[in-house]
């Protein structure tokens, strides 16, 4: 028994298909889409030679991309907003959109406006982040202050914050010392 050959036509409405369901439940970036596409041909679609699903996932980028179902500066944005509100640091947003399919310049750029725009959103994520995390004026004191301070500068070095901010952070003496200036850089911040 012979399998026939789907027509362009019905390739191309069986991968709008999917991507539609996709970007339904998922905000995506052209990059990951591809790889949904590409996914979905590879099980569903084996017949059909690599060349006309590969035009037709370009086709099919194209449209959601003209429609605006896909825009990667949307989804950078979007993405840079939730880490700064999550408590990252810029090298974990920088890892996090380099993960979804985002290129090392685009993430760097959009990042570098968004710090201009924000000077201290570094400084406040590193707020957010010791409140979540109970580091500095959040902990309990232990009896080894020196060896608590290690330990949380460590935290923080791992989590992408630079020495300065993480020594400026970790001098704070008490939660509402901290809770006041995250407070004054959300007013100043526009996320």
């Known amino acids: 028994m012979t399998q026939t050959i789907p027509s362009d036509a019905k390739?191309?409405?069986?991968?709008?298909n999917k991507a539609m369901h996709y970007l339904g439940r998922y905000a995506s970036t052209t990059s990951r889409l591809r790889q949904v596409l590409q996914k979905f041909a590879a099980r569903k679609l084996e017949t059909v030679p690599a060349e006309t699903i590969a035009s037709a996932i370009d086709a099919v980028i194209a449209d959601c991309q003209k429609f605006g179902y896909v825009d990667d500066?949307?989804?950078?944005?979007?993405r840079i907003r939730t880490g700064r509100k999550a408590g990252q640091s810029e090298r974990q947003i920088?890892?996090?959109?380099?993960q979804a399919g985002i290129d090392h310049d685009s993430a760097s750029e959009?990042?570098?406006?968004?710090?201009?725009?924000?000077?201290?959103?570094?400084?406040?994520?590193?707020?957010?982040?010791?409140?979540?995390?109970?580091?500095?004026?959040?902990?309990?004191?232990?009896?080894?202050?020196?060896a608590l301070f290690q330990k949380q500068m460590a935290k923080l070095a791992r989590a992408g914050f630079s020495l300065d901010?993480?020594?400026?952070?970790?001098?704070?003496?008490?939660?509402?010392?901290?809770?006041?200036?995250?407070?004054?850089?959300?007013?100043?911040?526009?996320?």
């Not at 390739?11 to 709008?16: A, D």
């Open 11 to 16: 390739i191309k409405k069986r991968l709008t």
């Open 73 to 78: 500066d949307a989804f950078i944005q979007m």
């Open 94 to 98: 920088l890892n996090k959109l380099q």
């Open 110 to 146: 959009s990042l570098k406006a968004h710090r201009a725009e924000s000077g201290d959103a570094e400084r406040l994520a590193a707020l957010i982040h010791i409140r979540k995390k109970r580091l500095g004026p959040y902990t309990k004191q232990a009896d080894d202050a020196q």
């Open 165 to 191: 901010i993480i020594k400026s952070i970790l001098a704070l003496n008490s939660i509402e010392e901290a809770e006041e200036l995250e407070a004054q850089y959300q007013c100043e911040q526009s996320f």
